[in-house]
């Protein structure tokens, strides 16, 4: 039987104190902004893929490569390609590129990641030789996927790669499992890219100071930074509402430090499914889900006397037409950040979002309704395609139900 790490439910913990600080202070949601919107490819036909929950990225040509879930010819997941039109309304052309087998890795839910040398590499949240999943490399031409490493939780290795894979130090690729290693509660790796010369280790292990340490790193790729990686775990520290981490390299090896533990301040976010950008001052942004009101925040770490400040730039609600940051990602994009929500707006489905750096809160759209045959429940960040425009997946509806592409402009 398949082994699958299944994401929580949308539900989040709130925490119940005073109101917050006047910087924390929800700001009115301005009126729905009229947005570009079109669906570009609705999942679910024989034999393609279904219910994406990855990024996108693009190769020197434009054209988007990403995965799914499920389906392809064998129902274990599908790598796709998309290449848009030159005009913003041409017709965009949608190819399957490989269909997963259970022995190469299944679940491909982090999509991939272009190599210097154009290969597509990837992880898996299951399949392979321990069934906990694979990396592997689909050659840019052929797409023949040879496998780099089976992860085999019976010798500390990690289970369960969802978040994808980033380049980092020493020309190595980087990535996390959400279970497995030393302790169990998940880990962060390091693999070669190069061919038969393919080193594979563990550089962390979550858990080993069980009060303090995260537990499951989820969805987003690890941010790489000069000798530091940083990322969120869903899970773990004091209080359980997980952490975001910074592990650093040094010349005795991989060190971690956590740089925030979530609830330590009031009304602060919690859970955070998904992983961080960073801006040339060195600050963090990310978005989860707690705080206020319940419906989440986007949150900002800044480099301070040593350490580091949170503060929730944006709180969602009271307004029950805001996002809903069940996950929710956010990219950077001329001084404002544009996000996606897995709830909320006005069918509760989801939305797009705009946020100013006056903390002015738009939805550009508003996915949805979940009885039709819309899109909704985008469940990772979107990618500029240039002109203003966005491309991004939801894991849910479209015309065959099973997800769909879309391109945005906010």
């Given amino acids: 039987m398949m082994t699958v790490h299944f994401r929580p439910g949308a539900a989040r913990r709130a925490i119940g104190v005073a109101a917050i600080a006047a910087l924390l202070a929800a700001i009115p949601a ?87 040398d154009g290969g597509l590499y990837g992880s898996t949240n299951a399949g392979g030789a ?75 292990s979550f858990g080993g100071q069980p009060l303090d340490d995260g537990d499951d790193p989820y969805l987003g ?5 000069g000798n530091h990686l940083y990322g969120t775990t869903i899970f773990g520290s004091t209080l359980g509402f997980g952490v975001v981490f910074e592990l650093t390299l040094t010349a005795s090896g991989w060190n971690e430090s956590i740089i925030h533990r979530f609830a330590s301040v009031a009304n602060d976010v919690l859970n955070p499914a998904n992983g961080l950008i960073m801006e040339k001052s060195g600050a963090l942004y990310g978005c989860a889900g707690g705080a206020q009101y319940g419906r989440g925040a986007v949150y900002a770490l800044r480099p301070a006397g040593g350490g580091w400040n949170e503060v929730a730039i944006k709180v969602f609600g009271p307004n029950t037409t805001d996002p809903f940051a069940n996950e929710c990602s956010v990219v950077l994009s001329a001084g404002r950040l544009i996000g996606t929500s897995g709830g909320g707006g006005q069918n509760g489905a989801g939305t797009v979002f705009t946020l100013t750096p006056g903390s002015v809160l738009a939805v550009a ?37 099973q997800g769909a592409l879309f391109e945005v402009k906010p």
């Avoid at 990855?54 to 879930?69: I, K, P």
């Avoid at 010798?155 to 279970?179: H, K, M, Q, R």
């Avoid at 790729?221 to 930074?225: F, G, I």
């Fill in 30 to 116: 301005a009126a729905p902004a009229a947005a570009f919107y079109r669906t570009l490819h609705a999942f679910g036909q024989p034999f393609d893929g279904i219910n994406p929950r990855s990024d996108l990225v693009a190769d020197t040509s434009g054209r988007l490569y990403g995965t799914t879930n499920g389906g392809g010819k064998f129902g274990e997941g599908a790598l796709y390609r998309l290449t848009l039109a030159k005009t913003p309304t041409g017709a965009p052309k949608y190819e399957l590129l490989h269909s997963f087998q259970q022995i190469e890795g299944s679940v491909p839910e982090g999509g991939v990641l272009i190599g210097a």
């Fill in 221 to 225: 790729r690890l941010l790489s930074s």
């Fill in 365 to 401: 759209h508003s996915f949805g309704p979940t009885t039709s045959a819309n899109p909704w429940e985008p469940d990772n960040a979107l990618i500029a395609v240039g002109s203003g425009y966005y491309v991004g997946a939801t894991v849910n509806g479209g015309r065959f139900g």
């Fill in 130 to 204: 321990f069934n906990a999943g694979t990396v592997y490399r689909v050659d840019p031409t052929t797409f023949a996927l040879t496998k780099l490493h089976d992860f085999n939780p019976n010798v500390e290795d990690g289970s369960g790669a969802i978040g994808g894979l980033t380049a980092g130090p020493s020309g190595l690729l980087y990535g996390t499992t959400g279970s497995g290693g030393q302790f169990g509660y998940g880990t962060a790796f390091a693999i070669s890219p190069k061919g038969d010369t393919v080193a594979y280790a563990v550089i962390h």
